[in-house]
């Protein structure tokens, strides 16, 4: 198959790469390293050092020049209906079709720039679309689309992780509003506005149809009390824990029906399989690593990775990311035909996680003891992305789904073999 840009496309294509060339704030630009620390007080109120540029922390720093980039960045892209650039222009998006937005992400990672609108314009707003009622898309969509609020995702507890289904976070209906109790766990609270969750509306029923979807919109209610849980690679706001004490939440707020919830929740994980698939992050960082060892500074600080053994390595991370390019567009392609991809989503997300494991540790070898700096150090090669990408991204094949959850699904729904 030809996966060349159609002169259609290439116009496109030059179109959105002129925008971020245009619009993005300089605070987001490659060459600025990848930890910038600065101050934010979350949404809770708590104080917090904050260590990654982006957009979902950047917005709560108290550095006016920082607050100033993210709400800059946001309003550039909403009024080019970019948030949510796959949605329909009348709920705030672009009306991209499906290799369009491909087209969108693909130049978005190569400028280097962060997204905005979080989990609600990736994920919720595209369920949305698919479950939600006329009310619940009027009310919620457009505030997604113009960047004023970040969602959660509130799915993990304690013990319910890769088994999702044993969850026990419980919401009793009474009268028109449910009743939650609970706790959740890596759902991002200190800095979302409001959360998308799973919880057990009858646990009487089997563990996998006794589940409702729920969306909470003020995560400031008293009765929720939130928690960072920093990361190894130091990334504290985006990992923590909430917990529910008799929250109240409108019977409206429930998307799709009552003890149907899982089966919602696999639409959004489709989704979110889909989107994690791309590897134009892995092709950059291969870029900018193979653009940097041939300077000056670059020859001086890798001498080990003029060994055979690890130019071979780089060959095969270049060579990877191109088989991850093509995982994720036969991925649009099957969206651009109206299907849902399932297992090929599968076969994506697990490959490109574990490239960018593959291509941290190779990043790290390339430059040998040099490799022990932390990104802030000035003596650090490439601003130590590689030594910081080396501790961030051990989750990456966690989360979304373990790569076992991933070879499982590939091996039942996509081979066809029998569950063991």
């Known amino acids: 198959m030809d996966w060349a840009d159609s002169p259609e496309q290439a116009a496109f294509r030059a179109k959105v790469r002129a925008f971020f060339e245009d619009n993005l704030p300089q605070r987001y630009r490659e060459d600025l390293g990848p930890l910038r620390p600065h101050m934010i007080r979350a949404s809770n109120g708590e104080e917090i050092l904050a260590t990654h540029a982006e957009w979902g922390t950047d917005r709560y720093s108290e550095d006016p020049e920082v607050k100033g980039a993210a709400d800059d960045w946001a309003k550039a ?9 796959s949605w329909p222009k009348h709920l705030g998006g672009a009306g991209f079709t499906t290799i369009e937005q491909f087209i969108f992400n ?8 962060p997204r905005v609108g979080g989990s609600g314009a990736m994920f919720l707003g595209s369920l949305l679309m698919v479950y939600g009622t006329e009310e619940q898309k ?16 509130g799915y993990s507890e304690p013990g319910s992780g890769s088994d999702l289904a044993s969850l026990q976070c419980r919401a009793v209906r009474d009268g028109d509003e449910y009743v939650v109790n609970g706790q959740k766990l890596w759902s991002q609270p200190l800095t979302s506005d409001a959360m998308y969750t799973l919880v057990r509306t009858d646990p009487e029923a089997p563990k996998h149809r006794g589940i409702s979807f729920l969306m909470i919109e003020d995560l400031n209610d008293p009765g929720i009390t939130m928690a960072q849980l920093p990361s190894m690679a130091f990334h504290y706001p985006g990992n923590g824990e909430t ?14 029906e009552e003890n149907q919830g899982w089966y919602v929740a696999m639409t959004l994980m489709d989704f979110d399989r889909g989107s ?4 134009g992050e892995d092709r950059e960082n291969l870029d900018h690593l193979f653009d940097f060892l041939q300077t000056a500074e670059g020859r001086r600080v890798s001498r080990v990775g003029r060994l055979p053994s690890v130019r071979a390595e780089i060959a095969d991370r270049f060579i990877e990311a191109r088989v991850g390019q093509n995982l994720a567009q036969r991925v649009a392609s099957m969206q651009a035909a109206g299907l849902i991809p399932n297992y090929e989503a599968s076969i994506g997300k697990c490959f490109s996680t574990e490239l960018h494991q593959r291509l941290a540790r190779t990043g790290t070898k390339t430059f040998g003891l040099y490799s022990n700096l932390w990104p802030g150090d000035e003596r650090a090669p490439l601003h130590g992305q590689h030594t910081h990408d080396y501790a961030r991204t051990v989750a990456f094949t966690i989360y979304g789904g373990s790569s076992e959850i991933q070879r499982n699904v590939i091996a039942t729904r996509g081979l066809g073999l029998p569950r063991g």
């Open 77 to 85: 892209l909403a009024d080019e209906g970019y948030v949510a650039s």
């Open 106 to 113: 693909e130049e978005r990672e190569r400028a280097g720039a």
């Open 138 to 153: 009027a009310r919620y969509m457009p505030a997604i689309a113009r960047g004023e609020i970040d969602w959660a995702q």
């Open 243 to 256: 917990f529910f004490h008799d929250v109240r939440v409108p019977v409206a707020n429930l998307i799709g």
């Open 276 to 279: 994690l698939s791309d590897t």
